[in-house]
């Protein structure tokens, strides 16, 4: 089973992934990654703030770049009734 690494990537939060986790395949560590930013953007509503800016790598075991998972591209965002600036 190939091993992948999530490195997780914001503005408070450089977090790399040291260990790596066995998984059958890139669809379950895009699975994993998407999961991880949920739990991680529940914090910080917890919080009072969302910040979208984040990313989480997904690397394969010698470093490579797989894929990147944008923190906006993992949850839908419906609705802002805050009167937008012109």
Known sequence: MPRYRLHLRNEHIDSPDQEGVDLPDL???RAMAVA???DV???EVQK???D???HVDITDDSGGVLET???RNA???IGD???QSD
């Open 27 to 29: 669809h379950a560590a």
């Open 36 to 38: 991880g930013i949920r």
């Open 41 to 43: 953007l529940a914090h």
């Open 48 to 50: 009072g703030a969302i």
């Open 52 to 54: 979208l800016r984040g």
């Open 69 to 71: 998972i944008q923190f």
């Open 75 to 77: 949850a839908l965002v």
């Open 81 to 83: 009734s805050r009167p």
